[in-house]
């Protein structure tokens, strides 16, 4: 396990044309002292082209490492957030730390930010979550991120553990089952986008709340067995947690077990009859969170928009999920007949569905890949059921799933453990309800 703090590689935006930023303060670029303002940044042939304001070619490397001299920023235009996701957009976002620009692909730039793990945190706290979010709850946030990144460096180091999880894909002629694991990012430990963490710099920062979270647990970890928890979280779980390995790999942790999001225990998901039940119904669950202005502390901006997580519905007409399904899976399965749930986790998401047509019938998995394959961008879960409404012939006309929760449900439940907080419970009590078993050390 780690005894001090690291210092972590981001990466901002990764294999695009141009960067285009700004230095807030003086920086030293390579073996250039006091860069300020405007700057450009592409790729020709493999080599880093940097450009000031006035366009001017600066210098040119293979990669370049901008520094900032006393306190100085960075601004980065145009960073893609949300990708893949209904909430997608670019912004322009401020970091502290280094700036290291790295040539790939013969034409294109990857920008990657080295922060501290403390003075990142700050601001994954502000990003994933509101910074007016009740503190026991950042806090217990704060952990959590602290635990699973940590954890994640160390899987790094030790590869040959097993581990790790990379992903994986199992395909034959009657299913296609794929999991998202950890991308092996080829410059930098963690992305910045909701794929790993959300980190979307010093402007999500609005108050202090969050640097006293962070400050408050400095060096504090989730730990398992004398080791660091590999922590996960979701937006809103629906009233049961997942477990681990319906998720990713087939590996039991002991501490990512389905428990209750709630201060009564329900019955986990067995059948297709408890799912219908489960999902028609609005247990009692501390993410069922209908107060508003609870909510408004709690979620960021650009998930505020988002209201309906905690039971939701989407309808299609068949040809409308004939052609998604068809853009997003590259299969064609003709006339799309039934979708037909195979196998669920014990929250009563989806883990392998069969999808049905005149020309091609396939089985597909997991959570993310089925979420991906029957919306345009992600479904909110794959804890849903399935109505299909029939023309007299036979033939299907219209898809209704009807869902529960935000995410794939996997550890903390971030809507729940704010509801936890706003009731007065503590970030330690918060943490020891979605990690059964796990404890809490102070590590640095």
Not at 83 to 107: K, M, P, S, Y
Not at 297 to 317: A, C, G, H, I, N
């Amino acid at each position: 396990m780690i005894s001090q703090e690291p210092t972590i590689t981001v990466g901002i935006v990764e294999r695009i044309p141009e960067v285009r930023g700004s230095f807030q303060g003086r920086f030293a670029v390579t073996n250039v002292i006091g860069m300020k303002g405007d700057f450009t940044v592409r790729s020709e042939r493999g080599t880093v082209i940097f450009t000031n304001a006035e366009g001017q070619r600066i210098l040119s490397g293979d990669e370049i490492l901008c520094q900032p001299l006393e306190q100085g920023t960075f601004t980065l235009n145009d960073v893609k957030i949300g990708i893949g996701f209904h909430w997608e957009r670019d912004e322009d976002e401020t970091f502290e730390g280094r700036l290291r620009l790295v040539a790939q692909d013969n034409r294109t730039v990857t920008a990657v930010n080295e922060i501290g793990l403390e003075s990142y945190l700050k601001s994954v706290i502000s990003s994933e979550m509101s910074a007016e979010a009740p503190v026991e709850f950042l806090r217990a946030h704060a952990i959590v991120s602290r635990s699973w990144l940590a954890s994640l460096l160390e899987r790094k180091k030790g590869r040959e553990s097993g581990r790790v999880h990379a992903g994986s894909t199992v395909q034959n002629n009657d299913e296609f089952i794929r999991w998202y694991g950890e991308a092996n990012h080829e410059s930098f430990d963690v992305c910045a986008d909701d794929h790993c963490q959300r980190y979307q710099g010093i402007s999500k920062i609005i108050n202090n709340t969050a640097i006293q979270a962070v400050e408050s647990t400095r060096g504090m970890f989730l730990v398992h067995d004398q080791e660091i928890c590999d922590a996960r979280y979701s937006k809103a779980c629906g009233g049961l947690t997942e477990d681990f390995e319906n998720v990713w790999q087939e590996v039991e942790i002991p501490y990512l077990r389905s428990i209750s999001d709630s201060p009564v225990k329900h019955k986990p998901i067995r059948s297709e009859r408890d799912a219908e039940r489960w999902i028609e119904s609005r247990p009692e669950a501390y993410c069922n969170a209908p107060d508003e202005n609870i909510l408004r502390s709690v979620l960021s901006p650009v998930d505020q928009p988002t209201k309906d997580f905690f039971r939701w519905s989407v309808e299609y007409t068949r040809e409308e999920l004939e052609e998604i399904v068809r853009t997003k899976s590259g299969m064609d399965f003709g006339t799309l007949m039934d979708l037909i749930p195979v196998l669920r986790g014990s929250s009563g998401r989806i883990i392998k569905l069969k999808i049905v047509g005149t020309a091609k019938s396939m089985t597909i998995g997991k959570e993310l890949e089925i979420r991906k394959c029957l919306s345009r961008s992600h479904l909110y879960s794959s804890a849903f059921t399935v109505t299909v409404e029939r023309s007299p012939e036979g033939i299907a006309s219209m898809f209704v799933l009807k869902g529960a929760g935000w995410g794939h449900g996997v550890g903390l439940c971030q809507i729940g453990a704010a509801v936890m907080a706003s009731k007065g419970i503590k970030a330690d009590d918060i943490l020891f309800h979605y990690f059964e078993g796990a404890g809490i050390a102070k590590l640095y």
